[in-house]
T-cell receptor
Framework: GIQVEQSPPDLILQEGANSTLRCNFS?????LQWFHQNPWGQLINLFY???GTKQNGRLSATTVATERYSLLYISSSQTTDSGVYFC????????????FGTGTRLQVTL | EAQVTQNPRYLITVTGKKLTVTCSQN?????MSWYRQDPGLGLRQIYY???????DKGDVPEGYKVSRKEKRNFPLILESPSPNQTSLYFC?????????????FGPGTRLTVL
């Protein structure tokens, strides 16, 4: 099956810093989403981005489908950004099943 | 408000005592699915449903049952729970069974089986 790798696995930032999270996937995909899992365990949709670039406030994402990677940018980080960030993809022929990456655990400190 | 709801949010039970986790969505979505999340194993799909009365196994279906009698509801049934089913469970839905659609997740159900 498709492999989804995220880097870095862990990241500690001071408030106000910027960061880039990466997601590599091993095969062509129909769908790519970024999620934030908050400390209460809830999965929050950040971006639906099978290709191209999107921005939402301090967050933006870029997916280059032909090169099989996606990037999530967090600017001016805040403590509320802490949590785990997941990339998830739907591979061709898998009937909407999301395959999740291993996640990047982000901690933003004061 | 468009949402996916799950109940209960937290549950502690004992081995062998049948339980049902409910999932409901108010977005008229055709496709619904269940995932479990475990440390070191990530999120894995348990079952999915492409429409009413159409369900199929995901990657880890053993020990679970589902039903889809109405479009909005997709309950997860554990007929004889065991400790290895202790996990965080998520229900998800998406507009169609095409994979070119954004998926939305419920708030999660944290289950402990003693």
């Amino acid at each position: 099956g498709i492999q989804v790798e995220q880097s870095p696995p862990d990241l500690i930032l001071q408030e106000g810093a910027n960061s880039t999270l990466r997601c590599n996937f091993s095969d062509s995909v129909n769908n790519l989403q970024w999620f934030h899992q908050n400390p209460w365990g809830q999965l929050i949709n950040l971006f639906y981005i099978p290709s191209g670039t999107k921005q939402n406030g301090r967050l933006s994402a870029t997916t280059v489908a032909t090169e099989r990677y996606s990037l999530l940018y967090i600017s001016s980080s805040q403590t509320t950004d802490s949590g785990v960030y997941f990339c998830a993809v739907v591979a061709f022929g898998t009937a909407s099943k999301l395959t999740f990456g291993t996640g990047t655990r982000l901690q933003v400190t004061l | 408000e468009a949402q996916v709801t799950q109940n209960p949010r937290y549950l502690i039970t004992v081995t062998g005592k049948k339980l049902t986790v409910t999932c409901s969505q108010n977005m008229n979505h055709e496709y619904m699915s269940w995932y479990r999340q475990d440390p070191g194993l990530g999120l894995r799909q348990i079952y999915y449903s492409m429409n009413v009365e159409v369900t199929d196994k995901g990657d880890v279906p053993e020990g679970y049952k589902v039903s889809r009698k109405e479009k909005r509801n997709f309950p997860l049934i554990l007929e004889s729970p065991s400790p290895n089913q202790t996990s965080l469970y998520f229900c998800a839905s998406t507009p169609g069974h095409s994979s070119y659609n954004e998926q939305f997740f419920g708030p999660g159900t944290r289950l402990t089986v003693l």
